[in-house]
């Protein structure tokens, strides 16, 4: 069973800066892509940005400037560093880890979500 830990929400001012962190259970590398989502009150969950096993990232629009995604293959853990903060970036977020099996089937991993308030 995988399990991620996550850490670093909290409530911030507009402009100000959170770093989220996700630790899963096994290595970095067993998941082809690790990630953040986020989940406002009555909005459907969607992907913050990824990395993949080759370091590739992608960002939704919104985010893209402002919020950078990392890891730390030393400590086994993945970062979300949020700067410039507004509050349509209130939400839950969640880190996700995804694997695919030898037919490319997805499986999708989660962590227990981190409140991002952004208020003043």
């Known amino acids: 069973q995988v399990q991620l830990v996550e850490s670093g929400g909290g409530l911030v001012q507009p402009g100000g800066s959170l770093r989220l962190s996700c630790a899963p259970s096994?290595?970095?590398?067993?998941?082809?892509?690790m990630g953040w989502y986020r989940q406002a009150p009555g909005k459907q969950r969607e992907l913050v940005a990824a990395?993949?096993?080759?370091?590739?990232?992608n960002y939704t629009d919104s985010v893209k400037g402002r919020f950078i995604i990392s890891r730390d293959n030393a400590e086994n853990t993945v970062y979300l560093q949020m700067n410039s903060l507004k509050p349509e970036d209130t939400a839950v977020y969640f880190c996700?880890?995804?694997?695919?099996?030898?037919?490319?089937?997805?499986?999708?991993?989660w962590g227990q979500g981190t409140q991002v308030t952004v208020s003043s």
């Open positions: 996700n880890a995804m694997r695919r099996d030898y037919r490319s089937v997805r499986y999708d991993y």
């Open positions: 990395i993949g096993r080759d370091g590739s990232t």
């Open positions: 096994g290595s970095i590398f067993s998941f082809a892509a």
